[in-house]
């Protein structure tokens, strides 16, 4: 019988094979693909996040810990897909005009996913207008937005600017994160919140929903 | 002579923010035009120099000159800084076309180093170059996602991947000294991820080899929260740490050596975008205040000041900083 806890094992410690292997025998044995996900998945990378604020992890060993989670979760997702799960809520997400730095959100996105949220990633350099396209799309509940150089910063305000002009700011909640990012400055440009790092995002973002 | 002793020797805090871009505007002219033209660029800073009197003025700082120079694709926007775009080496294999180029042959390496030149020749206060750093080369070189997971699962293609690129930092540095830089920094942002371990071993022990190679003053600058890398980034041997303004200075400096310099931490924006003189005035005055009891200290800013800083902004930087007296000159005196 498989173990679950090892699967949960797997993913903390960044091991993809073994994370595949055991979600594989898992679903052999007839487990609930949804007891998988929201009991073993979603709590082990929560774990991931709080040993990450903690500083007992760093940003490699949180890349290698989501790279196991989704070698399981791309087992779990064609019977998923046939189930009725919910994601936990819908974020669209990208790093800001004129900057091309991707890991930042990239971490956002997978601690986001692993804490079932449903994430549209829009990539880097995205304009204003892109994100205002992915809303009415898509109609998420979040827009984070990344930015790692402080003379993209200003681009946050702009695409903030461009969901108002639209009518879709009081739609979303506007989060945003990155080196140089504060909260002050989520205050100041009038987005919903700020998040220092990847795993305070999730529960920003958990927040925000409320 | 060491940054320490430039320090100790003077009787007032050094005020050196790292403002290379506002120095376009008073030239009337784009970023990417200086990071192509070493006259444009040179006059650019002689501007700054004439305008603010800093204590000691570095170039442009530009992450993407040694990346370019290796034929990587770069984005040169007009009026932001220039970035690399993609990120070509995912196996050894890959790094060999690389290793045929001698970078001091680059046109944008040479025009940086002929800026070095004008500056050593006209500035009388001390000149400072930047290259980046070994293991944010390798970073433009793979990825940065791509470098970070490699450090657990190919640590030995990262080690090589540095070791290249600490071969092209020394032999730009030095000629850059060469040129007559007195201080390098060395700019390693992407190490800012790291645990203080993996640092010392994928940044660390290269920055160490290449300040031992380097007969000039050395600072590492890492922007982001580097709280977790103080001692780390001290043990590399470098001269200064010039950090970023998310740094808490005056709770990290007991663990800052005595004859290693903390540089910085005004924040770029926040501060010296957003806030009026009286602002700045403000932010500096609490920093001195705070870093009072600790004479290894250079006031800066946490990185290189956007394009759009008031240049009153600056002036009252300066001013701040200049005015500010040292209660230990002060009892000395």
């Not at chain 1, 997702?77 to 004129?98: H, S």
């Not at chain 2, 050894?92 to 001091?104: G, H």
């Amino acid at each position: 019988m498989v173990n679950l806890q090892e699967l949960q094992d797997a993913v903390i410690s960044g091991n993809a094979s073994k994370a595949k292997e055991l979600t594989e025998q898992a679903l052999k044995e007839n487990v609930d693909p949804v007891v998988i996900v929201k009991e073993w998945l979603i709590p082990g990378m929560g774990i991931v996040g709080d040993k990450f604020k903690r500083n007992e992890i760093y940003v490699p060993e949180m890349l290698i810990a989501a790279r196991a989670m989704y070698a399981a979760l791309d087992v779990l997702r064609p019977i998923l897909a046939q189930t009725d799960m919910e994601p936990v809520g819908k974020v669209v997400i990208g790093t800001v005009k004129g900057d091309l730095h991707d890991i930042g959100k990239n971490l956002v996105k997978m601690m986001l996913e692993g804490a079932g949220f449903e994430v549209i990633d829009l990539g880097i350099d995205v304009a204003p207008q892109k994100f205002v396209d992915a809303v009415k799309e898509n109609k998420p509940n979040h827009v984070a937005m990344s930015a790692l150089l402080t003379t993209t910063m200003p681009a946050m305000k702009e695409t903030i600017e461009a969901l108002k002009a639209a009518g879709l700011r009081d739609k979303v909640k506007v989060m945003i994160g990155g080196a140089p990012v504060t909260d002050k400055y989520a205050n100041e440009i009038g987005a919903d919140g700020y998040a220092p790092d990847a795993s305070s995002a999730v529960d920003l973002a958990k927040r925000l929903l409320q | 002579m060491r940054l320490i002793d430039i320090v100790r020797q003077s009787p007032r805090r050094l005020v050196i923010p790292l403002m290379g871009y506002p120095g376009a505007r008073l030239t009337n002219s784009t970023i990417r035009q200086n990071e192509f033209n070493s006259d444009l660029h040179y006059r650019s800073i002689y501007k700054l120099v004439e305008r603010f009197d800093p204590d000691a003025v570095f170039f442009i700082m530009d992450l993407s000159v040694e990346a370019g120079a290796l034929g990587l694709q770069v984005r040169y926007p007009l009026s932001e800084s220039a970035t690399v775009e993609h990120h070509p080496v995912k196996t050894l294999a890959d790094l060999e076309q690389y290793e045929v180029l001698d970078p001091l042959f680059d046109a944008r390496i040479r025009s940086y180093i002929e800026t070095m030149k004008l500056m050593a020749k006209n500035l009388n206060i001390p000149k400072g170059g930047y290259v980046i750093g070994p293991f944010t080369l390798a970073g433009l070189l793979m990825g940065a996602v791509e470098i970070a997971t490699a450090t657990i699962t190919e640590p030995d293609l990262v080690l090589s991947v540095v070791n290249f690129a600490e071969n092209i930092i020394i032999r730009y540095a030095k000629e850059l000294i060469r040129a007559g830089a007195d201080i390098i920094a060395i700019l390693e942002p992407t190490a800012t991820f790291l645990s203080p371990k993996a640092f010392a071993r994928f940044s660390g022990a290269s920055v160490s080899r290449i300040v031992r190679f380097l007969d000039a003053m050395t600072i590492l600058h890492i922007c982001g929260n580097t709280t977790h890398l103080i001692e780390a980034m001290c043990e590399t041997g470098v001269q200064g740490l010039s950090l970023d303004s998310v740094v808490d200075f005056p709770a990290v400096a007991s663990r800052v050596r005595s004859d290693v310099v903390l540089i910085g931490n005004i924040a770029p924006v926040q501060v010296m975008v957003n806030e009026t003189p009286d602002g700045v005035k403000r932010a500096v005055n609490n920093l001195l205040e705070a870093m009072e009891p600790y004479p290894n200290f250079i006031l800066s800013t946490g990185c290189d000041l956007p394009l759009e800083t008031p240049l009153e902004n600056i002036q009252a930087f300066m001013e701040a900083g200049k005015a500010w007296r040292l209660r230990r000159a002060d009892s000395a005196a």
